[in-house]
């Protein structure tokens, strides 16, 4: 009882071999998903590596946008300063000439009496180093 019969033997052969032929193609179509799947993580790492890196160029223009916000607002802030001097000095200087006024009026006004009258006053002849002409 050990061997089969002769006529049964060509056909545990043909299943054999049947069977042979299966277990290779499934071996070749497991080799098949391992490449693509290598490949796939070859990618997968590639994607993650530049996500990495537009993350950190975004983080970068973010922190340069927020520079570029606080010079914005310090220059605002500058020019208002700059500004509010300016008024300020616009409006000293206003009244500095307009108190300077007061004084060349009067001293318009004491020089006219006198002029081109040829009298001098008594405090004018008595004055040091006075010529006594006028």
């Given amino acids: 009882?050990?061997?089969?019969?002769?006529?049964?033997?060509?056909?545990?052969?043909?299943?054999?071999?049947?069977?042979?032929?299966?277990?290779?193609?499934?071996?070749?179509q497991q080799d098949q998903?391992?490449?693509?799947?290598?490949?796939?993580?070859?990618?997968y790492?590639?994607?993650i590596?530049?996500?990495?890196?537009?993350?950190n160029q975004l983080l970068l223009q973010t922190q340069l946008v927020d520079r570029l916000q606080q010079q914005k607002?310090?220059?605002?802030?500058?020019?208002?300063?700059?500004?509010?001097?300016l008024r300020e000095t616009?409006?000293?200087l206003e009244a500095i000439s307009q108190q300077?006024?007061?004084?060349?009026?009067?001293?318009?006004?004491?020089a006219l009496p006198g002029e081109g009258t040829g009298d001098c006053s008594q405090e004018e002849e008595r004055a040091p180093g006075g010529s006594g002409n006028c």
């Fill in 100 to 110: 300077n006024q007061q004084p060349q009026a009067q001293l318009s006004l004491m």
């Fill in 1 to 28: 009882m050990g061997q089969p019969p002769p006529a049964l033997m060509p056909r545990v052969f043909l299943q054999v071999e049947l069977k042979s032929q299966e277990a290779q193609s499934l071996q070749q």
């Fill in 49 to 55: 590596s530049e996500e990495e890196e537009l993350h």
């Fill in 33 to 43: 998903y391992l490449g693509h799947l290598q490949q796939y993580v070859v990618t």
């Fill in 73 to 85: 607002a310090q220059s605002k802030a500058v020019a208002k300063m700059g500004c509010q001097e």
């Fill in 45 to 47: 790492q590639q994607l």
């Fill in 90 to 92: 616009q409006e000293l």
